[in-house]
Structure formats: structure tokens, C-alpha cells
């Protein structure tokens, strides 16, 4: 069964960083598309960036260049580097993973089978 924990959501300043973690089980991380997605209240859950079965990276426009994904121990650990955080940032963020590699919809939530519980990152001005 596949199980993905998030953690290192928390508060901070515009202009700080924060790295997200996710703890991946169940799967062997090469057969699997994984990503990030955010979602604020009263908004759609928006994919921000995701690493595909080829170790490519994708990056939403709204955070490329701020924020980096990586993946470490044979894919069983997902990271999600932010850095310059800004208030439009605040949003619970969640990892989730997917075995459908398709780079078109690599950012689309309704590609992705499992989904994390969510961590909060919450940004002030």
C-alpha cells in the first residue's frame, strides 16, 4: 500500500525559506511520477512542481525559480526546497505520487492516484 507522509510546513516571513519533506512507502520511487501540490482555501489544488519517471522536473510559472524538488534514498524521500516565500504562498501542501508518466498533465492533480495528508505552510508579510 502506498503511504506518503509530509512535514516541514510551518510559518514564516516574505522572503524566508522553508524545505517540505515526504516519506514515500509501498512503491519503488522509479516507477512512480511523484509532485507537489498546494491548495489555499477557496482555491483548486494547483500542482507546483513534480519529478517524472525519467527524473525530469516540472515547474508551475509560480514558483519556477523559488522553489526546488528533489528526490533522495532511492526515492523513498521527495523534497520541496522554497525559497523567497511570499504571502500568496500560504497553503496546505501536499506530495502525492502517481505510476502514469505523462509530461503534459505532469502538474494535474487528477493524474495522481496518492496523496499525502497535507502540511501547512503559512507566509506573512
Known amino acids: 500500500q502506498v503511504q506518503l507522509v509530509e512535514s516541514g510546513g510551518g510559518s514564516v516571513q516574505a522572503g524566508g525559506s522553508l524545505r517540505l519533506s515526504c516519506t514515500a512507502s509501498?512503491?519503488?520511487?522509479?516507477?512512480?511520477?511523484v509532485g507537489w501540490f498546494r491548495q489555499a482555501p477557496g482555491k483548486e489544488r494547483e500542482g507546483i512542481s513534480a519529478i517524472d519517471r525519467a527524473g525530469n522536473e516540472k515547474y508551475a510559472d509560480s514558483v519556477r525559480g523559488r522553489f526546488t524538488i528533489s528526490q533522495h534514498n532511492a526515492a523513498s524521500t521527495l523534497y520541496l526546497q522554497m525559497n523567497s516565500l511570499k504571502p500568496e504562498d500560504t497553503a496546505m501542501y501536499y506530495c502525492?505520487?502517481?505510476?502514469?508518466?505523462?509530461?503534459?498533465?505532469?502538474?494535474?492533480?487528477?493524474?495522481?492516484?496518492?496523496w499525502g495528508q497535507g502540511t501547512q505552510v503559512t507566509v506573512s508579510s
Open positions: 509501498g512503491y519503488t520511487g522509479s516507477n512512480y511520477c
Open positions: 502525492a505520487a502517481t505510476p502514469t508518466s505523462l509530461w503534459q498533465s505532469l502538474l494535474s492533480a487528477a493524474r495522481y492516484n496518492y
